[in-house]
């Protein structure tokens, strides 16, 4: 188990942008396929985004044309670029692999989008 820590989280207004981070304390992010979920108020947690070691990309359809996933190998990194935020998107985000969540959980990065 390698520590997974999320950070860039915050208050914005509907329309707004954010940049999340995940760091990692091992090197789990250049090997493996690495994700980004999210859990709002009462509901169960989801995948939003997942980036494979090649590059390739997966998002749930809510956020697709909005966010967009990316990885810093060298700095063992994986970051999650949100614009045009919605209220919608208000939850806790965390990172881990992809797209099953193997590694312990963090605690996660809270984003609230207000209207």
Request: hydrophobic share 30%; net charge positive; charged share 15%.
């Amino acid at each position: 188990q390698v520590r997974l820590v999320e950070s860039g989280g915050g208050l914005v207004q509907a329309g707004g942008s954010l940049r999340l981070s995940c760091a990692d304390s091992g090197s789990i992010v250049n090997f493996f396929a690495m994700g980004w979920y999210r859990q709002a108020p009462g509901k169960s947690r989801e995948s939003v985004a997942g980036i494979y070691p090649g590059g390739s990309t997966n998002y749930v359809d809510s956020v697709k044309g909005r966010f967009t996933i990316s990885r810093d190998n060298a700095n063992h990194t994986v970051y999650l670029q949100m614009n045009s935020l919605k209220p919608e998107d208000t939850a806790v985000y965390y990172c881990n692999t992809f797209p099953t969540a193997y590694n312990s959980w963090g605690q996660g990065t809270q984003v609230t989008v207000s209207s």
